[in-house]
Nanobody
Framework: QVQLVESGGGLVQAGGSLRLSCAAS????????MYWFRQAPGKEREQVAG????????YYGVSVRGRFTISRDNAKNTVYLQMNSLTPEDTAVYYC?????????????????WGQGTQVTVSS
């Protein structure tokens, strides 16, 4: 099965940008729909973005549309999340996830494989 490792999180001021990376091993990500989810303290995990196996279908959560961009490089076995115009409400642990057969917009409960997460903190 695929193993996922996130990187790129950290502390940023409001209005700033971060780029998260998700490096996969064990399987080629070309077999998988790839996702970014996030979970803030006391809140349910929510989907940030999803991208189909060939990159042609993309989904964004309502709260991040127009600010975040998901992309994938199957040759590098890596998925990215470019986050711009960050606000304190974007503070959360961000998780990379994958599934063989789910739609680009999916509930976290139905997605099979997960990374450990990376903390993103946006200060006001």
């Amino acid at each position: 099965q695929v193993q996922l490792v996130e990187s790129g999180g950290g502390l940023v001021q409001a209005g700033g940008s971060l780029r998260l990376s998700c490096a996969a091993s064990g399987r080629t990500i070309s077999w998988y729909t790839m996702y970014w989810f996030r979970q803030a303290p006391g809140k349910e995990r929510e989907q940030v973005a999803g991208i189909s196996k060939n990159g042609e279908q993309i989904y964004y959560g309502v709260s991040v549309r127009g600010r975040f961009t998901i992309s994938r490089d199957n040759a590098k076995n890596t998925v990215y999340l470019q986050m711009n115009s960050l606000t304190p409400e974007d503070t959360a642990v961000y998780y990379c996830a994958s599934d063989v057969s789910r739609d680009v917009g999916s509930s976290w409960r139905s997605v099979a494989f997960w990374g450990q997460g990376t903390q993103v903190t946006v200060s006001s």
